[in-house]
């Protein structure tokens, strides 16, 4: 059994009930059959204009008509937020969305994953979408091992943010969760949404592309309050590991910010 992912990461758009593609053409690795496990999506207000919400659906479309059964229509929801009463509202967070599915991929089969949005918005949101594969569908396991990195950094350029070096005792990985933070001063009009990627040169892991466990919206104005957390969801996964072996940690933000961006990755193996 191993599992993978993929993560795409684009701008919604301004109409209601609009499909826009979030980022390129997902193509599935060969070989194969997969079982697509899971779908993911997330969103990130960029301006906080008051009296505009953010959430919709994800379609998710299999362009070579290599998912059995077909997916259409397709549709999955993507919570994102309410109203706001005033530009001066916090930096709200928006917590991730994963919908358990099965479909059956084959070896390249290729898939969109397009968003809309339920009303008209000004400012076009940030969108994280992307897919949970692998072999089988992985089982919940009681977490015996836990490990993580932690950096904080401003750019968006891909991040190292460690390497994690698994037990001797380690058999497989079977949890990810990557936790993204905001923990300096916040400057208006920066959304904050970043993915995380695991890689190793112990193990076949790639394609390892995994959300975080939320997003945070830009705010306008002078900011007041804090925001809510929503619960954090540790991913099932199920990686063959070698005993011992490296996992290199990396993040990317969906843009550069003016404080410092915080991502933190944990795993979990037995």
């Known amino acids: ?85 005033s530009a001066n509202s916090h930096i709200s967070a928006v917590p991730l969305n ?16 397009s968003y809309a949005n339920d009303e008209a918005i000004t400012t076009a949101p940030v969108v994280i979408a992307g897919i949970l594969f692998g072999t089988e569908i992985p089982t919940k396991q009681p977490h015996i091992f836990m490990d993580s990195v932690q950096a904080e950094f401003a750019s968006a350029a891909e991040q190292t943010l460690g390497s994690i070096i698994l037990a001797e005792k380690a058999s497989r990985i079977t949890g990810v969760m990557a936790v993204l933070n905001k923990p300096g001063a916040t400057t ?26 939320q997003v945070f919206n830009s705010a306008d104005g002078t900011l007041e309050g804090a925001p809510s957390i929503g619960m954090a969801q540790m991913i ?30 944990f795993l979990a193996y037995e």
Do not use: H
Request: charged share 15%.
């Open 1 to 85: 059994m191993a599992s993978f992912a993929f993560a795409r990461t684009g701008t919604g758009g301004t109409a209601a009930d609009t499909l826009k593609q979030v980022g390129a053409d997902i193509i599935m690795p060969a070989g194969g059959p997969y079982t697509i496990y899971g779908v993911y999506g997330q969103l990130a207000r960029v301006t906080q204009i008051p009296d505009e919400s953010t959430g919709g659906y994800l379609k998710l479309d299999a362009l070579s008509g290599d998912l059995t059964p077909d997916p259409a229509p397709g549709k999955f929801p993507i919570i994102g937020s309410p109203a706001a009463a």
């Open 236 to 265: 099932p996964v199920d990686i063959p590991v070698i005993a011992g072996s490296t996992i290199n940690v990396y993040a990317t933000t969906t843009q550069s910010v003016t404080g410092n961006a915080s991502v933190r990755v």
């Open 188 to 213: 208006v009009a920066e959304p904050i949404a970043a993915t995380i990627r695991l890689d190793s040169a112990d193990v076949k892991i790639q394609p390892s592309q995994y959300p975080c466990n």
């Open 98 to 113: 994963i919908w358990p599915t099965n479909f059956q991929a084959s070896g390249k089969a290729s898939i969109a994953l």
